[in-house]
């Protein structure tokens, strides 16, 4: 007779109870009254709806990270379920679809809305959609960060299409993933902290945070001075340690006080 694993047993436990509770709030909510004929109800649905915002909130989570490439926050506090569908009479199987707002730091803008459609079965929660809608300042800040780049490349004559771009935020976050990158990510905070935060005075400033392009064993961390200096560190693994190869630096483009100071 083989050996029984016990951990398995648990763990298959453990998730057969998490989708049995997943599937209770979703019938649930699917054969809600269309009228709230008392406090007492309402309060019923209020908790059964919260309770599927809760027990999605990891896949909504993945999800908002996937598309950012960090972790973007938003609260549960003014998600919605956007609606919640049975696939067939008497199935097991939902579409339920959740918008969620994300936003910066201390609910600062930009904001995103991020509507994520799943499919929810007792086999599991997939995704099968996600459609982001930016606000104005996503779009003013998207633009500022591309003018300052184009400035660059253009400058040192770099052709960066086939490599892998970073944001700060990604950086850090990847560099929680693989730990390899914890030298590159403390490359650019120390650029941040000792040679852009001293000139910005908020609201705005007129400095991107360094964005770094990564192909292999080799990149670059491309960003701009206050008085328009363009600056690229080429960087490059060396027995597994990434290291500053070389730096220029070669006038370019001042920028207007323009983009948020937190950006």
């Not at 709030?25 to 809600?32: A, E, T």
């Amino acid at each position: 007779m083989g050996t029984v694993n016990l951990n398995n047993i648990r763990i298959g436990y453990i998730m057969n109870q998490f989708f049995l509770g997943l599937s209770i709030s979703l019938i649930l909510l699917s054969v809600q009254p269309h009228i709230i004929t008392s406090a007492e109800t309402e309060l019923h649905d209020k908790l059964i709806y919260d309770t599927l915002l809760t027990t999605l909130d990891p896949y909504i989570s993945e999800e908002v990270v996937h598309y950012y490439g960090y972790y973007k926050q938003y609260g549960l506090f003014d998600a919605r379920i956007i609606k919640v569908i049975r696939k067939s009479e008497g199935s097991y199987s939902f579409t339920v679809t959740v918008q969620v707002n994300t936003f910066e730091h201390a609910h600062n803008p930009p904001y995103g809305k991020e509507t994520i459609t799943f499919d929810v079965s007792p086999f599991g929660v997939k995704v099968i959609d996600f459609v982001h809608k930016g606000d104005e300042e996503e779009m003013k800040i998207k633009e500022f960060y591309e003018k300052v780049l184009s400035d660059i490349q253009q400058t040192f004559n770099l052709r960066l299409e086939s490599f892998s771009k970073y944001s700060y935020e990604q950086l850090l976050y990847k560099s929680e993933k693989q730990k390899e990158y914890k030298v590159l990510s403390d490359i650019v905070t120390d650029i941040i902290v000792n040679d852009l935060n001293p000139d910005i005075k908020p609201p705005y400033k007129n400095v991107i945070d360094p964005v770094t392009f990564i192909k292999g064993t080799q990149g670059y961390i491309l960003f701009k001075s206050p008085d328009g200096t363009n600056i690229v560190l080429q960087v490059a693994m060396e027995n597994g340690i990434w290291v500053v190869v070389e730096k220029k630096n070669k006038q370019g483009e001042k920028m207007q006080n323009e983009l948020i100071w937190y950006m």
